[in-house]
């Protein structure tokens, strides 16, 4: 199928427009932890300083954000930080520890505790946020999208009450079924401070937000309308009051279940995991759904030709509007970069017409 392109997009403009289900002249493209640990450049930054530092130093994070546009002219550029950064503001600190994870010690366990988490207010607690996003603005100008992020409450929740990573997630999961009240309490009050934390981000120079309900993929159906998709929806209500026209784009890792729900979330783009077939996944998403990914990660340690051919596959299955050109998670850190600069060269060469 061809499209005429009236005007040839401003060069930075081609992922904005994919998210609003416009038509454009080839997909857009960037990926999940661009910026990263795979980079050479970046393992430097590592050895010297903490991942909180990386995240919260504004010089640092706007390096680490630029160093894959860079290299690679992605058409977004995502802020270098972490989901749970708001927790400190919110009275739960956490530590991130290499090669570990996010610690949270004590978890979120009883109402008390439940009762001290207090709002988020970005503009005192996060001041950095805001230099990081007009920086990266203003660096990358109009040759690409600034993309802010931030976790979705059930996930938040589950690091804060599991106290860190899990793989059965059992003591958030107990809580759900035997302490409800206690649960949708915590979930509420996150999703209020998200949601001020999403205005915020778009406030400071991000175009469009991201947000990563990464664990809700762990939820069977019935639990994922009781504890995640409220919640999800109660923020994106929130942010179109105050910014009706900045896309948001939700992560689900493992969503193959729900997608048929999580329209239902309100948001622009739905960012489809490597497991569904993105075809499959746009006809059960529906018309108005925009949709990003879904590149296996592990396909970029494979060869020239089968990235080739992953890639070409996925942009034709999703066809030429509404789709944005990712991963269908984060890149692994032993992936080339010369594969990387492959996978994208795959996509900047491709056009619709």
């Not at 739960?92 to 949270?104: Q, R």
């Not at 958030?172 to 934390?197: C, F, N, T, V, W």
């Not at 034709?316 to 269908?328: C, E």
Request: aromatic share 8%; hydrophobic share 40%.
């Amino acid at each position: 199928m061809t499209h005429s392109i009236s005007a040839p997009p401003i060069a930075g403009d081609r992922l904005l427009r994919a998210a609003r289900g416009e038509v454009v002249d080839r997909p857009p493209v960037w990926m999940m932890r661009q910026a990263g640990r795979y980079m050479q450049e970046y393992r430097v930054l590592r050895e010297k300083y903490s991942f909180k530092e990386r995240c919260e130093q504004p010089e640092l994070a706007v390096e680490i954000s630029l160093q894959p546009f860079r290299a690679f002219r992605p058409d977004g550029v995502i802020m270098f930080s972490d989901i749970l950064t708001p927790l400190d503001g919110m009275g739960i600190p956490f530590d991130l520890v290499e090669s570990v994870g996010p610690i949270i010690d004590p978890p979120i366990r009883t109402r008390a505790q439940v009762d001290k988490v207090r709002p988020l207010n970005p503009e005192e607690s996060l001041p950095f946020i805001k230099e990081i996003l007009s920086t990266l603005r203003s660096e990358i100008g109009d040759r690409a999208t600034l993309l802010g992020f931030v976790g979705a409450p059930w996930t938040l929740a589950a690091y804060a009450v599991e106290g860190k990573s899990s793989k059965d997630y059992a003591v958030i999961k107990q809580m759900a079924y035997s302490a409800p009240e206690i649960l949708h309490q915590l979930l509420g009050k996150l999703a209020d401070s998200i949601a001020r934390y999403v205005c915020y981000q778009i406030e400071c120079g991000a175009q469009v937000v991201q947000m990563f309900d990464t664990w809700a993929g762990q939820l069977n159906p019935i639990d994922y309308e009781a504890f995640a998709l409220p919640y999800e929806q109660r923020i994106v209500e929130q942010v179109r009051q105050v910014h009706p026209d900045t896309p948001l784009v939700l992560y689900i890792n493992g969503s193959g279940a729900l997608l048929e729900r999580v329209g239902q979330s309100g948001v622009n783009v739905f960012s489809v995991d490597w497991l569904s077939d993105i075809g499959e996944a746009r006809q059960r998403l529906g018309p108005d759904m925009a949709v990003q990914g879904n590149l296996d990660p592990m396909v970029l340690l494979g060869s020239k030709a089968l990235i080739r051919d992953r890639t070409l596959d996925i942009i034709r299955k999703a066809g030429p509007t509404g789709h944005i050109m990712n991963l269908g998670h984060g890149i692994h850190r032993t992936t080339p970069e010369e594969n990387v600069r492959y996978f994208f060269e795959t996509v900047q060469s491709f056009s619709y017409s």
